[in-house]
Nanobody, 120 residues
Framework: QVQLVESGGGLVQAGGSLRLSCAAS????????MSWFRRAPGKEREFVAR????????NYADSVKGRFTISRDNAKNTAYLQMNSLKPGDTAVYYC?????????????WGQGTQVTVSS
């Protein structure tokens, strides 16, 4: 049974940091791209960051570039999103996704989400 479980969300002041984790099970983790997405209240879900199976290649949305870092530990079947210099505009539910292809779709594996709230 495939599971993706996010954790690490919470309430933080602007300028602060959080580290999200996504624990995976039920599939061969190292063979999958891992991505983070977010959905802010009243907005569409948006891409945040992606990392390749081996962890060598990463991609970021322009809005988080230089502030967020995606990483993974294939020995622990876990992906991470380090978020620094947080802004109120980063407030959203954050989801991790696992996909064999570069772009994650609704047909891929998704977690249940973790809430991040940044206060001004």
């Amino acid at each position: 049974q495939v599971q993706l479980v996010e954790s690490g969300g919470g309430l933080v002041q602007a300028g602060g940091s959080l580290r999200l984790s996504c624990a995976a099970s039920g599939f061969t983790f190292r063979n999958y791209y891992m991505s983070w997405f977010r959905r802010a209240p009243g907005k569409e879900r948006e891409f945040v960051a992606r990392i390749s199976g081996g962890g060598v290649n990463t991609n970021y949305a322009d809005s988080v570039k230089g502030r967020f870092t995606i990483s993974r530990d294939n020995a622990k079947n876990t992906a991470y999103l380090q978020m620094n210099s947080l802004k109120p505009g980063d407030t959203a539910v954050y989801y991790c996704a696992a996909a064999r292809a570069f772009y994650a779709t609704e047909d891929d594996y998704w977690g249940q989400g973790t809430q991040v709230t940044v206060s001004s």
